[in-house]
């Protein structure tokens, strides 16, 4: 805690990763800003998201060492020597199902990099899935509890262990389900020694953790569309790091050199991602509203955020709950030329048919009606098609618990090639497993959260 009246120095907080499956060349650019700025440095990767970790959680049934970011070391390898020689602290929820497996993965890559053992942290307490759970479960479930047995069960926990973990000395905080805004609040907590009731400045860091949680969405990626909104460098865009001062409000800006562009449009427009109520963006940590917020240009490809409000954290977590739901099949097939979209139609009638009554079958004609259709696919009843464009892709999906009966699907899709109608081609399928999931809320005070030392010698087994 801070104990004299200067006011900490202004921190940063470099973000290198807005989902599974990002860039892997992202995070050099920040981390050489990082460095270069020479002030307290924090990195975070956000990669986790409800679809993310339900596949992690599937890849864990199959391998207990997996079910962390499958990308972690490839994300990790360029920057961790430099993290750790500069004190860069890197924080993420890259953990997913398995925490304890990834900080295994991460103290193995420093070895094999001839680096010293880093303090690596892992974050507890969002994991419900256990035994001692499921009456809690049950109760806050009711009628939605799942009959089926329990895949997992996870909390969206707040800031609180992180910056517990950071201040005990952590160099990396490996999390599973936290809350994403929470990735930066936590170091602010760490360096800035707020207290946990000071809710203008944690809603106001919470707001910075907002903006940069989805990576390059706030420095022009998903902002781009050509002819309207131009933004240069799609290729090789920069990622934002944000400047936190002791109020909490923060400046969003690029490293020098990088594609982009950071504006008052594209944080405005990040700023109101996902915002249910502008006055009452709920997180496990504080009330944010943003309804008196002011953003502003400070230079180039540098915004300032100001004028968060924060109002007591909610008396309860958000929790989802997986259960195993079946087998998801889908397969597609094109057809070109004229009448493609009919003949494309009669493939997807004769499928139909042929599988009626099994299960829920959906079907769409990718880029005549897969955005607008529905579940029901009511094209098939006889939408005029006769505008369509003449290079189709049918898509067929459906879901069943029997692997083999689900199976069927593809089997369908794959003899169309001579069972016709004419002129199908390059027909490819997949199948999954699949979970089912749903939501509750469970008061926060029947959650225990913290963290744990890794033990460097379990990354030797």
Not at 55 to 74: C, H, K, S, T
Not at 224 to 239: H, I, N, Q, T, W
Request: with cysteine.
């Amino acid at each position: 805690m801070q104990t004299d009246k200067t006011p900490p120095a202004a921190m940063l907080i470099g973000c290198a990763a807005g989902f599974s499956g990002d860039r892997v060349d992202a995070a050099a650019p920040v981390v050489q800003a990082l460095v270069a700025l020479q002030q307290p440095a924090f990195l975070i990767f956000e990669t986790l998201a409800e679809r993310t970790l339900a596949l992690a959680q599937l890849a864990r049934r199959d391998d207990p060492e997996a079910g962390y970011e499958p990308l972690l070391v490839e994300l990790l390898r360029p920057v961790l020597a430099d993290c750790l020689a500069h004190r860069i602290r890197i924080v993420s929820n890259f953990g997913a199902a398995n925490p304890q497996g990834a900080a295994r993965a991460i103290a193995a890559l420093a070895r094999s990099l001839g680096l010293r053992a880093p303090r690596i942290a892992v974050v507890q307490g969002d994991d419900l899935s256990g035994p001692a759970h499921r009456p809690m479960l049950a109760q806050a479930l009711g009628a939605q509890m799942p009959e089926q047995p329990l895949v997992s069960a996870n909390a969206y926990i707040g800031a609180r262990p992180i910056a517990e973990a950071l201040q005990a000395g952590a160099d990396i905080v490996v999390c599973g389900r936290v809350a994403d805004p929470s990735l930066v609040l936590g170091p602010a907590m760490a360096h800035f020694g707020w207290a946990w009731d000071d809710w203008d400045r944690l809603a106001r860091a919470t707001m910075a953790g907002h903006l940069l949680e989805c990576g390059t969405q706030v420095s022009g990626g998903y902002f781009a569309d050509p002819g309207y909104k131009e933004v240069p460098g799609m290729d090789r865009l920069g990622y934002p790091i944000a400047e936190i001062d002791d109020s909490g409000n923060c400046s969003i800006f690029k490293p020098e050199g990088t594609g982009g562009c950071i504006t008052t449009a594209t944080v405005k427009e990040q700023l109101l991602y996902e915002i249910h109520d502008p006055c009452c963006y709920l997180t496990p940590d504080v009330v944010a509203d943003i309804s008196q917020a002011q953003v502003r240009a400070e230079g180039e490809n540098r915004v300032r955020l100001e004028g968060v409000i924060g109002h007591p954290r909610p008396e309860a977590l958000k929790v989802n709950t997986c259960y195993a739901s079946g087998w998801f099949a889908e397969a597609e097939i094109s057809y070109a030329g004229p009448r493609a979209a009919e003949r494309a139609r009669l493939a997807a009638q004769t499928v139909a048919q042929r599988l009626e009554g099994i299960a829920p079958l959906r079907s769409d004609l990718i880029g005549v009606t897969s955005v607008w259709g529905n579940d029901a696919s009511d094209w098939l009843a006889g939408a005029d098609l006769s505008a369509a464009s003449q290079d189709v892709r049918l898509r067929m999906a459906w879901q069943h618990a029997d692997k083999a009966t689900a199976a069927r699907l593809p089997r369908e899709i794959n003899a169309l090639y001579c069972c016709g109608p004419a002129g199908g081609g390059g027909v490819r399928s997949h199948m999954r497993q699949r979970l089912g999931m749903v939501s509750c809320l469970v008061p926060q005070a029947l959650i225990t959260t913290g963290f744990t030392w890794a033990a460097q010698e379990e990354a030797a087994a």
